[in-house]
């Protein structure tokens, strides 16, 4: 892990990529064209692997005089957006749509501020409906400017052909969870109970670990969750369980959420002068902070649904377990916590009955992800999780 310095440190099993990454940086630094460089590159990788966090390091090493200490000015102001030379697109509704492509192209259009690489990360590339990616292929396309295009996406397969043929591309994987359980440990002083415990359930999203690890609220509230399955027994216990299961995403990512408005609101009323010589905001400021009142409020429905969707990998997990015990690789279970309850369940039900069930979940996932009613949806798995 010695490689993994500075804004690399937590990119985890993905040193093939850092590599790539620190030889493209340096390339840069001598002024020279270079094969290593390119204009755009596109980051794919399963959910949590960090294909954005590598597309955010990338950034933030481009900006940096130091090639990504990770501790600049530079470096902090570019992870969290502040900095006037690093856009960090992060789509809160389902699509991205041409409008907000053009905005974002007069933006950058604008010479790099600092004189050096203007770059924009877009955390969800395969959001691009069809027009709005063609608008950002011109943008692309246009030479010697000094503009840099991160795109992320789950795969290659979700960004157009016609866009990706003109990305350099990198591929991060799932980190092991030996490799994730180590950065808890040793970058954020995790015990190492809890650091294999949270690596484990989160199956190598690093994110999601560290959070859980971190938090004993949301540490309960997977518990609970966990033993949804086992309280099936008929048709109203699985409605029980749906209103349970939606409850407790809602609350959770409300308060997730009311946490960022609060700063993000107070934020704002300060850039607009608010408390500054005792008198009210400054012109527009009241209008300012209505629009990101909307945001907010669409951010929120977004994360709910997040947490539905994480907490519905987590009930999959379950089932894996439970056909792992029926498979005989009883060794690999995921939520050792639950082996006792897993091999009882394992033991009363059938292998295809699991399968059944792991599709059904899968299937819910896919149906929110299209915005079907999170309730509705969750009450229908929850019916065929009872049988
Ligand atoms: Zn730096």
């Not at 690999?332 to 639950?338: G, R, T």
Request: proline letters at 3%; hydrophobic letters at 40%.
């Amino acid at each position: 892990m010695a490689t993994l310095q500075g804004v690399y440190a937590d990119l985890v099993g993905q040193e093939h990529v850092v590599e790539t990454l620190i030889k493209a940086v340096q390339s840069t630094r001598t002024g020279e064209e270079t094969q290593e460089m390119s204009h755009a590159w596109v980051f794919t990788g399963p959910p949590g692997s960090g294909r954005s966090s590598a597309a955010i390091a990338f950034a933030q090493a481009l900006v940096c005089a130091h090639d990504g200490c990770g501790t600049c000015n530079e470096c902090r102001s570019a992870a969290n957006g502040a900095h006037p030379d690093v856009e960090i697109i992060r789509t809160e509704g389902l699509s991205i749509k041409i409008d907000e492509v053009r905005e974002l192209l007069t933006r950058v259009s604008w010479a790099p501020s600092m004189g050096g690489w203007r770059v924009v990360v877009m955390e969800d590339a395969d959001r691009l409906t069809e027009s709005a990616a063609n608008a950002l292929l011109k943008a692309i396309e246009e030479p010697g400017n000094r503009t840099v295009w991160l795109l992320c996406a789950p795969t290659l397969h979700d960004v157009l052909p016609t866009i990706r043929s003109r990305c350099r591309h990198l591929q991060l994987v799932t980190p092991s969870t030996e490799a994730v359980a180590q950065v808890l440990q040793h970058k954020d002083g995790i015990s190492p109970v809890m650091a294999n415990f949270a690596a484990r359930v989160s199956q190598g999203h690093i994110g999601r670990a560290r959070y859980l690890a971190k938090n004993e609220d949301v540490r309960n509230t997977r518990n609970t969750i966990m033993k949804l399955p086992l309280t099936l027994q008929g048709i109203s216990s699985a409605f029980a369980a749906a209103q349970t299961l939606v409850d407790l995403a809602t609350e959770q990512a409300t308060t997730a959420a009311e946490l960022r408005n609060e700063k993000e609101t107070d934020d704002l009323a300060l850039a607009y002068g608010k408390g500054a010589t005792g008198r009210g905001m400054a012109t527009g400021g009241s209008k300012a902070i209505k629009e990101l009142e909307k945001e907010q409020k669409t951010r929120q429905t977004r994360m709910i649904r997040d947490g539905l969707d994480a907490a519905l990998l987590d009930i999959a997990t379950f089932y894996r377990d439970v056909m792992m015990v029926q498979a005989g690789a009883s060794d690999a279970l995921i939520n050792k916590e639950l082996e006792a309850e897993i091999n009882a369940v394992a033991a009363k039900t059938k292998p295809q009955n699991t399968i059944k069930k792991i599709n059904a979940i899968m299937e819910a996932r896919t149906n929110l992800g299209h915005n079907a009613a999170p309730l509705l949806t969750v009450e229908a798995l929850m019916c065929v999780l009872a049988r």
